[in-house]
């Protein structure tokens, strides 16, 4: 008999996730854009995303809770699956399992989960805690899936505007324009200063374009080439950060990571400097997780953790304070999800607040600069009507 997992999921974990739900529903709206650009797509990728991982973990909690040893409830995760390649995956970890092999082993053996999940499904194996570390999993991709949806929502539709505004300009600058410049000069007649500085664009832009396609081919590449290399992930952190508005946004995302991380290690009972070097397999962004060494380093030589993490430059000094209180108080793992809670609420209101803003200003900003351009190019047509109306 085949089990709804589903079904079992939603009663089983409604009031686990209901702040996670609720989040979800002020953000999505069904059959807008944004539910489309919200979606994990991940093309020509044969590993498993946040939402498959996000699936296993929470279902394999459900069927245990039901009362299923390990092997049957993953022979039952694998059967609901409809992707062979996730089939596949599932099916190597059960195999392994069969042949005397833990969890935190079978799944290694896929090379599809992160360091940091291996060593909390084999800590949750040793200490006996394993139902309670898949629910934290789960919640913790629940929480990065809808993180990365908040910032989906608040990142696309300008770049959206952008693109379509910068090929609206290419085409009336490459093709429009130059008409219009072959047509006034046949008339040889005395032309706006505004009409004459686009066409003087437009001729340079046509010279220009070929050396900027290749350029921009070039810098792409050499992006895909050396996107695993420290240089590039710091180098591409940088510019993150320092982006207008956004920037601020991003950091959140990813301090509310670390924390989420770090509690859900300390609740585990795992000691402070493993749990450091765990959050820094998961985090994986460079201002954070390059710095968390040094962290350990001095929490080693018998420093605190909110004087080690002064080493990160993106810690604000409230997040130092909120963690040096929590140490005081013996309760910094309930500190730290406590801060990540503030995080994730602060970028979901912000986010609110920069789409109602920037949708109206980014509309009036591809109106204004299609418009220049047709104005600039119809100017002297209607000088010249009114000339000849004269």
Same mark, same amino acid.
């Given at each position: 008999?085949?089990?709804?997992?589903?079904?079992?999921?939603?009663?089983?974990?409604?009031?686990?996730?209901?702040?996670?739900?609720?989040?979800?529903?002020?953000?999505?709206?069904?059959?807008?854009?944004?539910?489309?650009?919200?979606?994990?797509?991940?093309?020509?990728?044969?590993?498993?995303?946040?939402?498959?991982?996000?699936?296993?973990?929470?279902?394999?909690?459900?069927?245990?809770?039901?009362?299923?040893?390990?092997?049957?409830?993953?022979?039952?995760?694998?059967?609901?699956?409809?992707?062979?390649?996730?089939?596949?995956?599932?099916?190597?970890?059960?195999?392994?399992?069969?042949?005397?092999?833990?969890?935190?082993?079978?799944?290694?053996?896929?090379?599809?989960?992160?360091?940091?999940?291996?060593?909390?499904?084999?800590?949750?194996?040793?200490?006996?805690?394993?139902?309670?570390?898949?629910?934290?999993?789960?919640?913790?991709?629940?929480?990065?899936?809808?993180?990365?949806?908040?910032?989906?929502?608040?990142?696309?539709?300008?770049?959206?505007?952008?693109?379509?505004?910068?090929?609206?300009?290419?085409?009336?600058?490459?093709?429009?324009?130059?008409?219009?410049?072959?047509?006034?000069?046949?008339?040889?007649?005395?032309?706006?200063?505004?009409?004459?500085?686009?066409?003087?664009?437009?001729?340079?832009?046509?010279?220009?374009?070929?050396?900027?396609?290749?350029?921009?081919?070039?810098?792409?590449?050499?992006?895909?080439?050396?996107?695993?290399?420290?240089?590039?992930?710091?180098?591409?952190?940088?510019?993150?950060?320092?982006?207008?508005?956004?920037?601020?946004?991003?950091? !959140? %995302?990813?301090? $509310?990571?670390?924390?989420?991380? @770090?509690?859900?290690? +300390?609740?585990?009972? #795992?000691? &402070?400097?493993?749990?450091?070097?765990?959050?820094?397999?998961?985090?994986?962004?460079?201002?954070?997780?390059?710095?968390?060494?040094?962290?350990?380093?001095?929490?080693?030589?018998?420093?605190?953790?909110?004087?080690?993490?002064?080493?990160?430059?993106?810690?604000?000094?409230?997040?130092?304070?909120?963690?040096?209180?929590?140490?005081?108080?013996?309760?910094?793992?309930?500190?730290?999800?406590?801060?990540?809670?503030?995080?994730?609420?602060?970028?979901?209101?912000?986010? !609110? %607040?920069?789409? $109602?803003?920037?949708?109206?200003? @980014?509309?009036?900003? +591809?109106?204004?600069? #299609?418009? &220049?351009?047709?104005?600039?190019?119809?100017?002297?047509?209607?000088?010249?009507?009114?000339?000849?109306?004269?």
């Amino acid at each position: 008999m085949k089990i709804d997992l589903q079904e079992l999921q939603k009663q089983q974990r409604a009031g686990q996730r209901a702040s996670t739900e609720q989040i979800a529903s002020k953000n999505e709206q069904p059959g807008s854009w944004a539910d489309f650009l919200n979606r994990d797509i991940q093309l020509f990728s044969t590993g498993l995303s946040w939402q498959h991982k996000e699936a296993f973990f929470s279902e394999l909690s459900v069927l245990l809770r039901a009362g299923l040893d390990i092997r049957s409830a993953l022979e039952l995760v694998q059967t609901n699956q409809d992707k062979p390649k996730i089939q596949t995956t599932y099916q190597e970890i059960y195999d392994t399992l069969v042949s005397g092999a833990g969890l935190a082993e079978a799944m290694a053996s896929t090379n599809q989960f992160s360091v940091y999940e291996i060593s909390s499904i084999r800590i949750a194996e040793e200490s006996g805690k394993l139902l309670p570390v898949l629910d934290r999993l789960a919640e913790h991709f629940a929480k990065s899936i809808q993180l990365r949806r908040l910032l989906i929502s608040a990142l696309s539709y300008p770049i959206l505007v952008i693109v379509v505004a910068g090929f609206s300009l290419l085409f009336l600058l490459n093709f429009l324009v130059p008409l219009f410049g072959e047509i006034y000069a046949r008339l040889n007649q005395e032309l706006p200063g505004i009409t004459r500085f686009i066409i003087s664009f437009s001729e340079r832009l046509n010279q220009a374009l070929p050396y900027i396609l290749a350029g921009s081919l070039l810098m792409i590449g050499l992006g895909l080439y050396f996107r695993k290399s420290d240089g590039f992930k710091k180098f591409s952190a940088a510019i993150l950060i320092r982006v207008p508005l956004f920037g601020p946004l991003i950091r !959140k %995302v990813y301090l $509310s990571r670390f924390c989420h991380g @770090l509690s859900f290690l +300390l609740s585990s009972s #795992v000691p &402070l400097t493993q749990a450091l070097q765990l959050v820094s397999e998961m985090v994986a962004f460079h201002p954070i997780s390059s710095r968390l060494v040094p962290v350990q380093q001095q929490i080693l030589k018998g420093q605190a953790l909110h004087e080690g993490l002064q080493l990160i430059s993106i810690v604000p000094d409230r997040m130092l304070a909120l963690i040096k209180i929590g140490e005081q108080t013996n309760h910094l793992g309930p500190m730290l999800q406590k801060i990540a809670e503030q995080y994730d609420d602060d970028v979901e209101q912000k986010t !609110k %607040v920069l789409g $109602s803003l920037l949708e109206p200003l @980014l509309i009036v900003f +591809l109106a204004l600069t #299609v418009g &220049l351009v047709l104005v600039s190019m119809y100017l002297p047509i209607f000088k010249l009507v009114t000339n000849f109306g004269l």
